[in-house]
């Protein structure tokens, strides 16, 4: 049985002043959301990494809005207590605010509380557009999977100070935007900290350090599901549990416990 009460907007806000890191996943479909959620993951992602993960593409460019529908209403079919993320796929919300909201229309409908963009600089108007309208968006910066192509690779984002400067300048304006949360993929786990510090919203990170409001990973990652070498970033929890479930408790504890990720094993 679930005692937790659900995971509100608030909570999270509760977590952020408190200190209390925040642990998120990724979740795609309803078997994991109800391991996921009773095992007391605070956040469950349903990320466009499912075109990697699920659907075998080799990158998220090709994930439709669709899919993010269908992904989001499985695991909002049975979730009783996370707070769940739906990614805003590639084109979904590049063309203009008015896209972009029908887009956040559909997957909050799927169950969705809050959607997921990435890009700074050109997104902040749309963020504003759709907190505006009801709509709570997380941002993310720092390697941004659907623009592989444009980043030359999967590369670490930020590394010289140039870069850094426009990415803490791109964050302090998502925030301003009303974004209330902002994953951190792939940035030298100094600067995060730094960053995380200096914003008022909570810092979700995945290969971002230790110094960040909270941690994200793909949940297949985590599992060791993982086709070929894994980032530096993952750590596999299923290696030494009994369960996944154990696997996912081990998780939310090294995370709200601040043993995962070690900079000096995970960072960059
Ligand atoms: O799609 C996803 O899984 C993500 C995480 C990498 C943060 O955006």
Redesign the pocket.
């Known amino acids: 049985m679930n005692s937790r009460k659900p995971v509100t907007l608030h909570r999270l806000r509760e977590m952020h002043a408190a200190g209390e890191k925040i642990a ?1 996943l ?1 979740c795609y479909d309803a078997a994991f959301a109800r391991v996921l959620d009773a095992a007391g993951v605070d956040s469950l ?1 349903v ?5 990697n ?1 699920l659907q075998g593409r080799s990158s ?1 460019v090709g994930v439709s809005p669709q899919d993010m529908a269908y992904h989001t209403a499985c695991v909002a079919r049975v979730n009783r207590t996370a707070w769940i993320i739906a ?1 805003m796929p590639f084109g979904s919300y590049q063309e203009s605010t008015d896209v972009a909201m029908r887009n956040a229309v559909l997957l909050m409908q799927q169950g969705a509380h809050m959607v ?1 963009l ?1 890009g700074g600089g050109w997104t902040a108007p749309i963020v504003r557009f759709l907190v505006d309208r009801g709509v709570p968006v997380c941002a ?1 910066l720092g390697f941004t ?1 659907q623009s592989v192509h444009a980043l030359g690779g999967y590369r670490v984002q930020g590394r010289e100070e140039a870069a850094a400067r426009t990415l803490r300048c791109q964050a302090e304006e998502l925030a301003a935007a009303g974004a209330t949360m902002l ?1 951190l ?1 792939m940035v030298p786990a100094a600067f995060a900290r730094e960053l995380t510090q200096a914003l008022s919203i909570p810092t ?1 990170g ?1 290969g971002a350090g230790a110094g960040c409001s909270g941690q ?3 949940l297949h990652d985590m599992l060791g599901l993982i086709a070929g070498e894994a980032p530096r970033f993952v750590r596999n929890f299923l290696d030494g549990s009994s369960s996944i479930e154990q696997a996912v408790r081990t998780y939310v504890s090294d995370v709200k416990g601040g043993r995962f990720p070690n900079d000096a094993v995970h960072g960059f």
């Open positions: 998120m990724t992602l990320g466009d990494s499912l075109g993960v998220t990614d997921k990435e993310h999977p994953v993929e979700i995945i994200v990973l793909v």
